[in-house]
């Protein structure tokens, strides 16, 4: 975690406990050192952030300080709540962590009327739970996608056979049983589906598309709506 979203987090956490809380609980929330803390603490403390407190005893957070306002009608919330444990659902550990996260800052930030829509157990994601893939991290896809860097992956087929590609990853889509990555194939020439479990094994390599991406996805959309006027024709529906 960035040190800028790790001191937000900490404020966060303050702004929710109902007692002192020591350096050493905020940072098994955080899956960091409590050395890291005491200097996020006096980070925070220098840019005129009202925490108090002392190590070992525990830290506070003084009345009165508060980060804008979420605008959020019960219906917006309610989205957020309902996407959130659909996240839960998916087989990235990242983003289901991130989810938990988001949960804790909206909860911190929204009036008290709409934190009960976060407590509430009203609505619920119900179905398979996706499993993660067993030899490729989602999340380490996700960053291949933001940063334009090409990957370098062992792919079996349906038919149990294993290729070595080197594609540039484009998007990811999450299905109730698994996620499929699409991205250009540079085998193939051309843009392919590949299934997270079935890759063997995936890593970036010192090699950037940088640029090309939103194009290339713009010709994947394309594509969709080439295919769905081909299956309405071949239906005799245009």
């Not at 051309?190 to 094994?201: G, L, P, S, T």
């Not at 080439?226 to 024709?233: D, G, H, P």
Request: hydrophobic share 45%; aromatic share 8%; charged share 25%.
């Amino acid at each position: 975690m960035r040190k800028a979203a790790r001191l937000f987090e900490i404020i966060q956490i303050l702004r929710l406990a109902r007692k002192p809380i020591t350096a050493a609980e905020i940072a098994e929330k955080l899956e960091v050192t409590p050395r890291s803390i005491y200097r996020d603490i006096v980070a925070l403390q220098a840019m005129r952030v009202p925490v108090e407190g002392e190590r070992g005893l525990g830290y506070i957070l003084r009345p009165g300080f508060d980060l804008p306002p979420l605008m959020f009608s019960i219906e917006e919330t309610e989205a957020i709540v309902l996407a959130l444990a659909l996240l839960a659902r998916t087989g990235d550990e990242e983003l289901k962590t991130a989810a938990q996260r988001v949960n804790r800052k909206i909860t911190g930030a929204v009036p008290q009327p709409l934190r009960q829509a976060f407590h509430s157990q009203a609505l619920h994601a119900w179905g398979t739970i996706a499993a993660p893939p067993p030899a490729v991290d989602l999340a380490m896809i996700r960053r291949a996608i933001r940063d334009e860097q090409k990957l370098a992956l062992d792919y079996r087929d349906e038919l149990g056979r294993t290729t070595e590609r080197t594609v540039r990853p484009l998007a990811l889509i999450y299905y109730s049983e698994h996620a499929m990555m699409v991205a250009w194939c540079e085998l193939r020439q051309d843009i392919r589906n590949f299934r997270a479990d079935r890759v063997e094994h995936c890593e970036p390599i010192g090699a950037f598309f940088r640029g090309e991406g939103e194009k290339l996805r713009q010709a994947w959309i394309a594509g969709w709506k080439i295919n769905a006027v081909r299956s309405f024709a071949s239906s005799g529906t245009v």
